[in-house]
């Protein structure tokens, strides 16, 4: 799969071809994250359990209960024997686990309401984190001790670019974006611009970069979403679609994505597709284009879409299954 290019006949191609339940029934997942191989996943869920797969058999591997404190948002650490997660029952600290002893390696105390995005750096232990009580820290994996503070206005979501050298927080309370230089975010952002506001009730589920560093994707809780350039923030792409009949519960964590090679978009379309859309194409000019193929769900829209990062599939989840994907390109 990992040599496999990324063009428009292979993800028109592709098809579920595993669908996993290892989640407790009548529980949702809740976040997805891979390792930086693409081996690994692993899943949080409203059971307070963290689920880990190999993705290249497409099998479950093991869990880790965390039932006092609850789990959300797990991210690999650069090696996949660790994790760094938020609690969601007793108190806000961030969670730092060895997944081979399944012990804790540290403890980051600071938050004070609930953690609502994680991110980790892509080149180094940096990682950061957004609360609702109207923060945003950062923090280093080989240290309990806060490394910066940012006051923000929640809610807000915030990740990296993949140089790391910058990143962006997304405000819903102000309908801007601002970036800030790592090395100097404590001053004011070097640049900041508006996005659309969303439909009544709507809220700003995810952010990320695309590796090319040219645009930004923004998720939606409705499960549409919004693609913006990262030098102008003029709106590129956007779906608001709102047909998608989802539970209070998923409108959380509903998350499109972008694929590693930075040209396509994948997001849900209505009740029976993953719509996905190319960036480069040229030929739409329009940010309220068309997706290039929309593909068939077996089951309900997913409320989180993850591409892997080294190989040609990507994971859907929907409450509390998790289905991989991969083309029957030849």
């Given at each position: 799969m990992a040599t496999l290019p990324i063009d428009d006949n292979l993800v028109s191609k592709f098809r579920p071809t595993k669908v996993?339940?290892?989640?407790?029934?009548?529980?949702?997942?809740?976040?997805?994250?891979?390792d930086d191989s693409g081996e690994l996943c692993l899943c949080c869920s409203t059971d307070d359990m963290l689920h880990l797969y190999n993705c290249t058999?497409?099998?479950?591997?093991?869990s880790f209960a965390s039932k006092k404190y609850g789990a959300h948002l797990a991210c690999f650490s650069h090696h996949s024997t660790s994790t760094v997660y938020a609690s969601t029952k007793e108190g806000d600290t961030l969670r730092f686990l060895d997944l081979n002893s399944n012990r804790y390696i540290?403890?980051?105390v600071g938050h004070k309401d609930k953690v609502i995005s994680l991110d980790v750096s892509p080149v180094d232990e940096l990682f950061l984190s957004t609360s609702l009580d109207n923060t945003l820290r950062l923090w280093d994996m080989r240290s309990s001790t806060c490394q910066g503070l940012l006051n923000i206005t929640s809610p807000a979501v915030a990740a990296f670019d993949a140089t790391a050298s910058l990143f962006a927080v997304a405000s819903l309370s102000t309908l801007t974006i601002s970036l800030y230089n790592i090395k100097s975010f404590d001053l004011k952002p070097f640049q900041q611009f508006s996005f659309p506001k969303p439909p009544y009730g709507v809220t700003v589920s995810h952010i990320e970069f695309s590796t090319d560093g040219e645009c930004i994707l923004l998720s939606l809780s409705s499960g549409g979403f919004l693609v913006l350039n990262a030098y102008t923030g003029k709106v590129m792409l956007q779906n608001q679609d709102q047909s998608a009949s989802v539970t209070e519960e998923s409108l959380k964590y509903?998350?499109?994505c972008l694929t590693p090679d930075s040209k396509y978009v994948f997001g849900r379309e209505d009740n029976k597709h993953v719509a996905v859309y190319n960036l480069h194409d040229n030929s739409r000019h329009?940010?309220?284009?068309?997706?290039?193929?929309?593909?068939d769900m077996d089951m309900e829209v997913p409320s989180i879409i993850r591409f892997n990062p080294r190989y040609a599939e990507f994971i859907t989840a929907v409450d509390d299954s998790l289905t991989f994907w991969t083309s029957d390109v030849s």
């Amino acid at each position: 799969m990992a040599t496999l290019p990324i063009d428009d006949n292979l993800v028109s191609k592709f098809r579920p071809t595993k669908v996993l339940r290892d989640v407790e029934k009548g529980k949702k997942i809740t976040s997805v994250n891979f390792d930086d191989s693409g081996e690994l996943c692993l899943c949080c869920s409203t059971d307070d359990m963290l689920h880990l797969y190999n993705c290249t058999t497409g099998k479950f591997v093991r869990s880790f209960a965390s039932k006092k404190y609850g789990a959300h948002l797990a991210c690999f650490s650069h090696h996949s024997t660790s994790t760094v997660y938020a609690s969601t029952k007793e108190g806000d600290t961030l969670r730092f686990l060895d997944l081979n002893s399944n012990r804790y390696i540290r403890y980051f105390v600071g938050h004070k309401d609930k953690v609502i995005s994680l991110d980790v750096s892509p080149v180094d232990e940096l990682f950061l984190s957004t609360s609702l009580d109207n923060t945003l820290r950062l923090w280093d994996m080989r240290s309990s001790t806060c490394q910066g503070l940012l006051n923000i206005t929640s809610p807000a979501v915030a990740a990296f670019d993949a140089t790391a050298s910058l990143f962006a927080v997304a405000s819903l309370s102000t309908l801007t974006i601002s970036l800030y230089n790592i090395k100097s975010f404590d001053l004011k952002p070097f640049q900041q611009f508006s996005f659309p506001k969303p439909p009544y009730g709507v809220t700003v589920s995810h952010i990320e970069f695309s590796t090319d560093g040219e645009c930004i994707l923004l998720s939606l809780s409705s499960g549409g979403f919004l693609v913006l350039n990262a030098y102008t923030g003029k709106v590129m792409l956007q779906n608001q679609d709102q047909s998608a009949s989802v539970t209070e519960e998923s409108l959380k964590y509903s998350s499109a994505c972008l694929t590693p090679d930075s040209k396509y978009v994948f997001g849900r379309e209505d009740n029976k597709h993953v719509a996905v859309y190319n960036l480069h194409d040229n030929s739409r000019h329009s940010s309220l284009q068309r997706p290039i193929c929309q593909l068939d769900m077996d089951m309900e829209v997913p409320s989180i879409i993850r591409f892997n990062p080294r190989y040609a599939e990507f994971i859907t989840a929907v409450d509390d299954s998790l289905t991989f994907w991969t083309s029957d390109v030849s």
